[in-house]
């Protein structure tokens, strides 16, 4: 079985990633995360006596450590999926995206480099550097405008998509330099059991449950291509085993909503699974004045991974916001937790004193 250094393993898609890998015995993982505020070693903790999974607190732009990481575990492959993710978080402080999207990419890129000219074939020829990205690095979609193609031109236009390309721009650089084997997927919107409550659906469920308002930005019509988060991480695991080096694959859901319907929808599930008696969560929604920059539209055309790799997503957006919804309202320790910060204490528990 193969050995993934995976980057950014704590955080949403990387858990589920590293979930479902060591479930289907994908391959065996050692997780680099830094353990930002998005992070959430409790997603793990299921895998705390699994002999095959490795978790080592560190930054992606270490230098030094991810060579002594690379020496030790002689990994087949890096899938990088660190970052700082949060649009809203980028234009209040950019400075932390650039300083682990592009430098943290740029260092690992760096390392692996160095790591991948070293070894011997024909582990050098399996090797890979496989980069997470985001459909925000082609900009803003009109209604009338096709969707984000892997040829249409990068246009970022927040700080956030603006460090995503530009790492993007160095792995696209690292191959076509170095040779060295990478491949790149840029996916849509992804959500599901486990996002931290700063994004749009886990924020939505927790603030109705809280009878909190449920702020939408501008006339709440900007619409975003969703994908359940599995689908992503089989898509990931898909390219990475037969992807075409060098190149670029772009996932999506198939599944363009307005953010207002999303919260349409969320609520008239909580009306049927939680319900408050003579009210509605839907009278919860409060419009706020729109975020600078904000992108319209984004929409994935994905036939590419579909027609070379045979990959479609298997959920669709009803069902897969059932199960999401049905997963916080089950899961009110790991809300409550991850709220009031008692995660951090239990990580201080379980990994600072080993
Ligand atoms: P997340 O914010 O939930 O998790 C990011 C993880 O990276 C956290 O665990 C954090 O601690 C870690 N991290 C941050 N800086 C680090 C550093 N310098 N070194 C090591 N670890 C660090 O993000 P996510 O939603 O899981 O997204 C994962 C990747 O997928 C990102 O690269 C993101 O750009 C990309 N992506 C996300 C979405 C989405 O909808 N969430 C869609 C497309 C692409």
């Not at 992070?39 to 560190?58: C, I, K, M, R, W």
């Amino acid at each position: 079985m193969q050995t993934i250094l995976v980057t950014g393993g704590a955080g949403f898609i990387g858990a589920n990633f590293i979930l479902q890998a060591r479930k289907e015995q994908w391959a065996n993982v050692i997780n680099l995360d830094k353990l930002t505020y998005a992070s959430n070693l409790q997603n793990l903790a299921e895998l705390e006596t699994d002999p095959n999974y490795h978790f080592v607190q560190g930054d992606i732009g270490n230098f030094e450590l991810i060579n002594y990481l690379l020496e030790q575990y002689q990994p087949d492959a890096i899938l990088n999926f660190a970052a700082e993710s949060h649009v809203d978080r980028s234009i209040l402080n950019p400075h932390d995206f650039i300083q682990t999207n592009v430098v943290g990419t740029f260092q690992l890129l760096e390392a692996s480099r160095l790591y991948w000219q070293k070894l011997s074939s024909p582990k050098q020829q399996q090797f890979r550097f496989l980069h997470v990205s985001t459909d925000e690095v082609y900009g803003s979609l009109q209604p009338q405008d096709p969707a984000f193609r892997e040829d249409t031109p990068y246009a970022p236009n927040s700080p956030y998509a603006a460090s995503k390309a530009s790492s993007d721009h160095f792995v696209r650089a690292y191959y076509h330099t170095y040779g060295l084997p990478t491949l790149t997927t840029n996916c849509s919107n992804n959500y599901g059991p486990r996002q931290f409550p700063e994004k749009l659906i886990p924020l939505t469920i927790l603030n109705a449950l809280d009878q909190q308002p449920l702020p939408i930005y501008g006339d709440g019509q900007n619409i975003r291509d969703w994908l359940y988060v599995t689908d992503h991480c089989e898509a990931i695991y898909l390219v990475l085993q037969q992807g075409k080096v060098g190149e670029t694959y772009n996932i999506g859901g198939l599944d363009e909503k307005a953010n207002l319907t999303v919260v349409e929808k969320i609520c008239a599930i909580l009306d049927d699974l939680a319900p408050k008696s003579n009210v509605h969560y839907s009278s919860l929604i409060t419009f706020v004045k729109d975020r600078p920059g904000h992108d319209r539209r984004y929409a994935i055309d994905c036939s590419k991974i579909h027609q070379d790799l045979g990959w479609k997503p298997q959920e669709n957006f009803d069902s897969g916001l059932l199960k999401t919804v049905q997963w916080y309202l089950a899961n009110s320790v790991w809300v409550e937790q991850v709220r009031s910060g008692a995660y951090k204490n239990w990580l201080k528990q379980n990994y600072e004193n080993r």
